[in-house]
């Protein structure tokens, strides 16, 4: 069962068996570490492969990501992947 709102902790939800799982992560307050990177303003290193390879497959440790957080989107850029991901 997942519990779920949005950031504003409004609109509130409960799915009972949902065919997917959710990252326990909280993407209100998204950070390099949420990804598996070690930050230094939008330049990053992987330092989790394992938690980055969710995000974008194929980096290795000490690999080089962008990272850009807006309002309500994250954008990862790594060598061989660009991702999008709505907050």
Request: aromatic share 6%; charged share 30%; glycine share 6%.
């Amino acid at each position: 069962m997942i519990h779920w709102t949005d950031c504003s902790n409004n609109n509130a939800e409960t799915f009972d068996a949902p065919p997917y799982s959710v990252d326990p992560a909280d993407n209100c307050e998204v950070k390099g570490f949420t990804f598996g990177l070690l930050c230094k303003g939008d330049t990053c290193t992987v330092s989790d492969e394992k938690k980055a390879q969710k995000y974008l497959p194929g980096v290795h440790e000490g690999d080089k990501v962008s990272l850009h957080i807006e309002g309500h989107s994250v954008e990862l850029k790594s060598e061989t992947t660009n991702r999008r991901l709505e907050k």
